[in-house]
């Protein structure tokens, strides 16, 4: 059961909106839908079926029927709640609130630091960003609102670390930024804190939570007396690293946690509190020295991690109420499946899927094949939960950038955008829609026909049902939470953009391979970025970050990154970005490493040209009697879809050659022995956005268009690795006669044959 939050802003998001209660599901057991829509609709659960580019082969397991409207809010913005305020009644004697603040923006809605305020008939205290940017404070005497109580002080600079301090006496109040005063004016009046909860990063409206902050905090800290000038001085100049030893002090929260919703209070007074929509720890704090090495230990040097971060349109999980439920058959075919809504929209009728994937019954054999869903990949990409609902099939913009948003107040971000006030992104829920996630879902180069997701992903499953292969279908998600299933595998299979993995499956992937089992990869940027889940596999964490010293002048061919220095996960305090940083490269472990990507026009995919005729899997069982240099994986007659586009792979030994230099203390490693490369991924015609990289993942010339290889790795440690090397190698499966036959060699090698 999700755990119900403080009353707080409702935010409608006009449309049909839904998710699952669960990615994946045994058949035979119960999954719930929630759905917020405000029309009606009809709604069935299908498996979808053989053609991946139309609903018309897709197979109706249950209808359930007519809805009529039900709209479910959000509740975006992260803050802390803090149950056990001041004492309402009992009138203060001084006060002093004091933090250390990074805001996100100094624009737009007002915003809360420190409060103690339920407007418009409970306000005590609050420090606040008004919305020209100004430092405000707020006494009041616990009841009504009064404007005459609120005074501003300087303006705050956003996307700087800066102390703050508010305080008052008795007589006077003043404002404080980084020890200087920036207003004063006489407060006689009594202040009395009033029965509103405590809260950092909000303040209290009609509906609970609002004025939710878009910023760092760091030491927050309340004192039932004013701190004098120097005093002020002194906490600017400890930069948040020392707790305030003051009998005076009522609350403060360092901020040190690092993980985890809670937020201990140092004071004395049990005054903890609780995250609201999660936030980020382990960023940047006041103290932090870009110049300090942390040896891979984020809490090396005390003080350079510190703090949470707060948005204003955090969102991991929407609450709703389950609308629907379904118990499937426990004889239901593994598979992809969707809840599928039908309703009006502009006239036409528009479908909404909600995608989820049904197993194997727990105690069922396994079959011989196992293919894996890059689930954590689909979540990473996973922009505008809420789109705007349209007829036609959307096409997902490069980088995933996201499609028009169905309220502008709405989440938006994934691991490839920002939050509203720009904030990097570092996790993603999964109890929340992702409309990407839909089997109609396009991914540019518009006119393409390219897709990822589910849409890419369903062409393999389609072909070794029509090929009569008996195989399991099991999300990366459900491998994260036991490692051990995959040792009932011989073969398994990685498919499509498969770019996300945690170390529990990279470990276990590469356990089934040092145990003699085969891997069938056909997936490019394959095993590149490190994710992790925390306990309730609620929410998925991911970081990109910048580098020391990164040239701002190649932002651009970069994905959004947060700053360096905020590597390092909050769910389990280990490094994040690169799987290979980690000491888990996938040349290591399947041959190939991640070496660039090239998405602006169609025309930029290209096609493998063979390099090894003779090898067995061009010839055993099935010759497919190439020579040297043909040309396989595109459509008949060279049209599309073909295979080496959007990202692709290539062995070590080719990205040294494309490696002129290393960065100081970086190692090259040596390229592993028995690995056979048997096609070449080329594109001859370079395209407008056209990335390669070398070893170091920096910017570096290609080699006369040498995007992708193909490879047989018989690895000295263990296993058989197949790797088709490019995004697109899942594109042409059903689509080339060649590929298709090559396929089939490489799955008999593995000991699969078709029923």
């Not at 099991?474 to 491998?479: C, E, F, H, T, Y």
């Not at 090239?598 to 096609?607: I, L, M």
């Not at 006369?704 to 992708?708: I, K, T």
């Given at each position: 059961?999700t755990?119900?939050?403080p009353p707080?802003?409702p935010?409608v998001?006009?449309?049909v909106h839904?998710?699952?209660?669960a990615?994946?599901?045994?058949?035979g057991?119960?999954?719930?839908?929630?759905?917020?829509?405000?029309?009606?609709?009809?709604?069935?659960?299908?498996?979808?079926?053989?053609?991946?580019?139309?609903?018309?082969d897709?197979?109706?397991?249950?209808?359930l029927?007519?809805?009529?409207?039900?709209v479910?809010?959000?509740?975006?913005g992260s803050?802390?709640h803090?149950?056990?305020?001041?004492p309402?009644?009992?009138?203060?004697?001084?006060?002093t609130l004091?933090?250390?603040v990074?805001?996100?923006?100094?624009?737009?809605?007002r915003?809360?630091?420190i409060?103690?305020y339920?407007?418009p008939a409970?306000?005590?205290?609050?420090?606040?960003i008004?919305v020209d940017?100004?430092?405000a404070?707020?006494l009041?005497d616990?009841g009504?609102?009064?404007?005459?109580c609120?005074h501003?002080?300087g303006?705050?600079?956003?996307?700087?670390?800066?102390?703050?301090?508010?305080?008052?006496?008795?007589?006077?109040?003043?404002l404080?930024i980084?020890?200087?005063c920036t207003g004063?004016w006489?407060?006689?009046?009594?202040?009395f804190?009033?029965?509103?909860?405590?809260r950092?990063g909000?303040?209290?409206e009609r509906?609970g939570a609002?004025a939710?902050?878009?910023?760092d905090?760091?030491m927050?800290a309340?004192?039932?007396?004013?701190?004098?000038a120097?005093?002020i001085?002194?906490r600017?100049?400890?930069?948040?690293?020392?707790?305030?030893f003051?009998p005076?002090?009522?609350a403060?929260w360092?901020l040190?946690?690092?993980?985890?919703?809670g937020v201990?209070d140092?004071?004395?007074?049990q005054r903890?509190?609780?995250?609201?929509?999660?936030?980020?720890?382990?960023?940047r704090?006041p103290?932090?020295?870009?110049?300090?090495?942390?040896?891979?230990?984020?809490f090396?040097?005390?003080g350079?991690?510190?703090?949470l971060r707060?948005?204003?349109?955090?969102?991991?999980d929407?609450r709703?109420?389950?609308?629907?439920?379904?118990?499937?058959p426990a004889d239901?075919?593994?598979?992809?499946?969707?809840?599928r809504?039908r309703f009006?929209?502009?006239?036409r009728?528009?479908?909404?899927?909600?995608?989820?994937l049904?197993?194997r019954p727990?105690?069922a054999?396994p079959?011989?094949?196992?293919?894996?869903?890059?689930?954590?990949s689909?979540?990473?990409?996973a922009?505008t939960?809420?789109?705007?609902?349209q007829?036609?099939d959307?096409?997902?913009?490069?980088?995933?950038?996201?499609?028009?948003?169905?309220?502008p107040?709405?989440p938006?971000?994934c691991?490839?955008t920002?939050h509203?006030?720009?904030?990097?992104?570092?996790f993603?829920g999964l109890r929340m829609?992702?409309?990407n996630?839909?089997?109609?879902?396009?991914?540019?180069?518009?006119?393409s026909?390219?897709?990822q997701?589910?849409?890419?992903?369903?062409?393999?499953h389609?072909w070794?049902?029509r090929?009569?292969?008996?195989?399991d279908l099991?999300?990366?998600?459900?491998?994260h939470?036991n490692?051990e299933?995959?040792?009932?595998?011989?073969?398994?299979v990685?498919?499509g953009h498969?770019?996300?993995?945690s170390?529990?499956?990279?470990?276990a992937?590469?356990a089934?391979?040092?145990?003699g089992?085969n891997?069938?990869?056909l997936?490019g940027n394959t095993m590149?970025?490190?994710?992790s889940f925390d306990e309730a596999?609620?929410v998925?964490?991911?970081?990109?970050?910048e580098?020391r010293?990164a040239?701002?002048?190649?932002?651009e061919?970069r994905?959004?990154?947060?700053?360096?220095?905020?590597?390092?996960?909050?769910?389990d305090?280990?490094?994040?970005?690169q799987?290979?940083?980690v000491g888990?490269s996938a040349?290591?472990?399947?041959?190939?490493?991640t070496?660039?990507w090239?998405?602006?026009?169609?025309?930029?995919?290209?096609?493998y040209h063979?390099?090894?005729p003779g090898?067995?899997?061009f010839?055993?069982?099935?010759r497919l009697g190439l020579?040297?240099g043909?040309?396989f994986?595109?459509a008949?007659?060279?049209?599309?879809?073909?295979?080496i586009?959007h990202e692709?792979?290539?062995?070590?030994?080719?990205l040294?050659?494309?490696?002129h230099d290393?960065p100081p203390?970086?190692a090259l490693?040596?390229p592993?022995?028995?690995?056979?490369?048997?096609?070449?991924g080329?594109r001859r015609?370079?395209?407008?956005?056209?990335?390669?990289?070398?070893?170091?993942?920096?910017?570096t010339?290609?080699l006369?268009?040498?995007?992708?290889e193909m490879?047989?790795?018989?690895?000295p440690?263990?296993g058989?690795?197949?790797?088709?090397g490019?995004?697109?190698?899942?594109?042409?499966?059903?689509?080339?006669?060649v590929f298709?036959?090559?396929l089939?060699n490489?799955?008999?090698?593995?000991?699969?044959e078709p029923?």
């Open positions: 059961m755990r119900p939050i707080h802003r935010l998001v006009p449309g839904g998710y699952a209660s990615k994946s599901v045994h058949a057991q119960r999954i719930d839908f929630h759905v917020s829509s405000d029309r009606p609709y009809d709604i069935s659960v299908c498996r979808l079926g053989q053609d991946a580019d139309s609903r018309r897709d197979v109706e397991i249950s209808d029927g007519a809805s009529a409207a039900c479910q809010p959000i509740h975006p803050y802390v803090v149950e056990r305020g001041l309402a009644t009992l009138p203060l004697s001084g006060l004091e933090c250390w990074m805001p996100w923006r100094c624009t737009g809605e915003q809360a630091l409060t103690q339920d407007a409970q306000c005590g205290f609050g420090l606040f008004e940017g100004a430092l404070l707020y009041g616990g009504t609102q009064r404007s005459a609120l501003t002080g303006p705050l600079t956003a996307r700087r670390w800066q102390h703050v301090a508010a305080t008052w006496d008795g007589q006077w109040a003043a404080w980084d020890g200087i004063r006489p407060s006689t009046g009594l202040v804190p009033g029965p509103a909860p405590l950092l909000a303040a209290g509906h609002d939710l902050a878009d910023v905090l760091a927050p309340i004192y039932e007396r004013a701190l004098p120097d005093e001085a002194a600017v100049a400890l930069r948040a690293q020392q707790l305030p003051d005076a002090v009522r403060c360092p040190r946690e690092g993980r985890g919703d201990a140092a004071s004395g007074h903890h509190g609780r995250i609201v929509n999660h936030g980020a720890w382990m960023i704090g103290a932090f020295d870009e110049e300090t090495e942390d040896g891979g230990d984020p090396a040097a005390p350079q991690r510190q703090g707060l948005a204003s349109d955090d969102l991991y929407c709703w109420d389950s609308n629907h439920s379904i118990t499937l239901a075919r593994p598979g992809l499946h969707v809840a809504l009006d929209w502009e006239g009728e528009a479908i909404y899927d909600i995608t989820f049904v197993k727990a105690d054999k079959a011989p094949l196992l293919v894996l869903c890059a689930m954590s689909w979540l990473a990409y922009a939960p809420f789109a705007r609902n007829v036609e959307p096409v997902w913009p490069r980088r995933s950038t996201g499609l028009p948003n169905s309220h107040q709405a938006a971000f691991s490839y920002y509203h006030a720009g904030q990097p992104s570092y993603t829609p992702w409309p996630a839909s089997p109609a879902a396009l991914y540019d180069p518009a006119g026909g390219f897709s997701w589910t849409r890419l992903e369903r062409r393999l389609a070794l049902e090929e009569g292969y008996e195989f099991l999300a990366d998600l459900d491998v939470a490692p299933l995959l040792a009932r595998y011989r073969t398994v990685v498919n498969s770019e996300y993995w170390t529990p499956v990279v470990d992937f590469d089934m391979l040092k145990r089992g891997a069938v990869v997936s590149y970025l490190r994710v596999m609620g998925m964490e991911q970081r990109k970050n580098d010293g040239d701002p002048a190649n932002a061919l994905p959004p990154a947060g700053p360096f220095g905020e590597a390092f996960h909050s769910q305090w280990a490094r994040g970005g799987l290979r940083a888990r040349a290591s472990i399947i041959g190939l490493e070496a660039g090239g998405f602006a026009d169609a025309e930029d995919f290209g096609v063979v390099a090894e090898h067995a899997l010839n055993e069982p099935h020579e040297r043909r040309t994986g595109h008949p007659g060279g049209g599309l879809p073909r295979a586009g692709w792979d290539l062995s070590t030994a080719t040294l050659r494309m490696t290393s203390g970086a490693p040596e592993p022995a028995g690995l056979t490369v048997i096609a070449q080329i015609v370079p395209g407008a956005m056209d990335t390669y990289l070398d070893w170091h993942s920096r910017v010339d290609s006369d268009g040498l995007s992708a490879i047989y790795w018989e690895r440690q263990g058989h690795v197949f790797h088709a490019a995004v697109g190698a899942a594109w042409v499966v059903g689509s080339d006669p298709d036959g090559l089939r490489v799955l008999h090698r593995f000991g699969c029923l």
